[in-house]
Nanobody, 117 residues
Framework: QVQLAESGGGSVQAGGSLKLSCVVS????????MAWFRQAPGKEREWVGS???????GYADSVKGRFTIARDNTKATMYLQMDNLKTEDTAVYYC???????????WGQGTQVTVSS
């Protein structure tokens, strides 16, 4: 069974940085495309960015130039480096894995990021 575990969330002031991690177990990480999503209070979950199995990356306009996604296949881990954080980045951040030969995506439990002014 595929399991995802996020870590690295916390509280930071606007303009600060945080780095989230997502560790995948139970499946070959290099066979999974990965993504970050976030959900703010009272809002729907939204896509933040993705990284393919071949390191191709895409970002939502709201985070482009401030957030960077990376993956380390040797550690079965995806990262989200978040710089120049804004109060509107406050949300629970979730990682998602879409893996070859599996019919549905898998999700982590989420990690809270709070940005104060």
């Amino acid at each position: 069974q595929v399991q995802l575990a996020e870590s690295g969330g916390g509280s930071v002031q606007a303009g600060g940085s945080l780095k989230l991690s997502c560790v995948v177990s139970g499946y070959a990480f290099n066979n999974c495309a990965m993504a970050w999503f976030r959900q703010a209070p009272g809002k729907e979950r939204e896509w933040v960015g993705s990284i393919s199995r071949f390191d191709s990356r895409g970002y939502a306009d709201s985070v482009k130039g401030r957030f960077t996604i990376a993956r380390d296949n040797t550690k079965a881990t995806m990262y989200l480096q978040m710089d120049n954080l804004k109060t509107e980045d406050t949300a629970v951040y979730y990682c998602q894995a879409t893996c070859l030969m599996l019919s549905t995506p898998y999700w982590g439990q989420g990690t809270q990021v709070t940005v104060s002014s």
